[in-house]
Nanobody, 123 residues
Framework: QVLLVESGGGSVQAGGSLRLSCADP????????MGWFRQAPGKEREFVAS????????YYADSVKYRFTISRDNAQNTVALQMNSLKPEDTAVYYC????????????????WGQGTQVTVSS
């Protein structure tokens, strides 16, 4: 069982930055690929970014490419999402997830999910 706990959400003005973190207190996620998804009110959950278990391969949604960076530290059992140049349309609840299946950009490929953290970007 992988338990994921997100932190780092909050409110920021457009153009600002936030850093989300996801921790696995049970220290079991090092073999899993990790992903970040988000869900805005009234919308479906959408893929944001993913990273392989070695950290070698990363993949981003077009909407966040070059603004967001995903990284992981397997020694600390954490994965982070650095979000720069934030836009109001980035407002959503952000979820981290752990999984083994492909493709990495769909929610069904992930087996474990955190509780989510709110990100609000004002214009």
């Amino acid at each position: 069982q992988v338990l994921l706990v997100e932190s780092g959400g909050g409110s920021v003005q457009a153009g600002g930055s936030l850093r989300l973190s996801c921790a696995d207190p049970g220290r079991t996620f090092s073999r899993y690929a990790m992903g970040w998804f988000r869900q805005a009110p009234g919308k479906e959950r959408e893929f944001v970014a993913s990273i392989s278990w070695t950290g070698t391969n990363t993949y981003y949604a077009d909407s966040v490419k070059y603004r967001f960076t995903i990284s992981r530290d397997n020694a600390q059992n954490t994965v982070a999402l650095q979000m720069n140049s934030l836009k109001p349309e980035d407002t959503a609840v952000y979820y981290c997830a752990a999984g083994l299946a492909f493709p990495r950009n769909i929610a069904a490929s992930y087996d474990y999910w955190g509780q989510g953290t709110q990100v609000t970007v004002s214009s």
